[in-house]
């Protein structure tokens, strides 16, 4: 009897000792279970049937969202071109959405009317053969600028990401405004540093994504750093416009 007390009293104190590990490991447990159980009464409570797969336990399960993976190439057909038009509308970013006005743009917007508008008139205005080969001269004019700078600056370090840039951001002014390029070098290099801004904002895991019940906290400030590259992006292209409105006036004398 004495032996089965002390054995008693150990393992009492065991417990103690280990009283955090046990609380932890029980509501893990309990978590697990009650997170099984939600997930079955969600895909059972009159939603579409869920494609053949797993159970999702929490620690499979991206956030609150239902996540889809395509494992083969004959579904990856499937979704991509027989059904594009059903899968074509998925939920995009709190960043990509912040950046295109809630998603008005050819690259975010869902697949409809207005998307359909857009693709329509960047196809006709932009990528019709008539216009590629009209601004076929500003391109070329450029390229060679940028071989006759990389050119003069052999035997120094020169940065290619900075100069390619550059080049793209030359042809693209070029082609929207021609020969005369509005506020010089500072175009290119104001639209290098927010853009490289953009991209790292785009792609930061963003816990808003996950769980868009906490979208309104901005734990990580995604949306509101976003907010100020738009608003240096609007700058940008609003004082490129008042100077091109300026133009023909001064051109005149007025």
Do not use: C
Request: cysteine-free.
């Amino acid at each position: 009897m004495a032996q089965l007390n002390n054995q008693g009293s150990r393992w009492w104190e065991v417990m103690n000792n280990n009283k955090d590990e046990l609380t932890l490991t029980i509501s893990a447990m309990v978590l697990t279970v009650l997170w099984y159980r939600w997930t079955s009464l969600s895909s059972s409570n009159g939603g579409p049937p869920l494609p053949p797969g797993p159970r999702s336990l929490p620690i499979f399960y991206l956030g609150s969202k239902l996540h889809v993976v395509i494992s083969t190439p004959e579904l990856a057909k499937v979704v991509v071109r027989e059904q594009d038009e059903i899968f074509a509308n998925r939920n995009s970013t709190i960043a990509a959405l912040t950046i295109t006005y809630g998603g008005q743009d050819i690259a975010f917007s869902d697949n409809n009317s207005d998307w359909r508008n857009l693709r329509k008139i960047f196809v006709h205005e932009v990528l019709s053969n008539k216009n590629l080969e009209a601004s076929r001269y500003f391109r070329r004019d450029e390229v060679r600028k940028t071989i006759k700078n990389v050119y003069s600056k052999i035997g120094t370090s020169i940065n290619i990401s900075e100069i390619a840039f550059l080049t793209e951001a030359n042809v693209l002014k070029s082609m929207v405004w021609g020969a005369q390029k509005p506020n010089g070098s500072h175009f290119g290099a104001e639209m290098q540093i927010v853009s490289a801004n953009i991209v790292e904002l785009m792609g930061q895991p963003n816990v808003s994504d996950i769980f868009p019940s906490l979208a309104w906290l901005d734990l990580q400030g995604v949306e509101r750093n976003m907010k100020k590259q738009l608003h240096l992006l609007d700058q940008i292209f609003t004082t490129i416009i008042d100077a091109e409105k300026l133009s023909p006036k001064l051109a005149s004398g007025k």
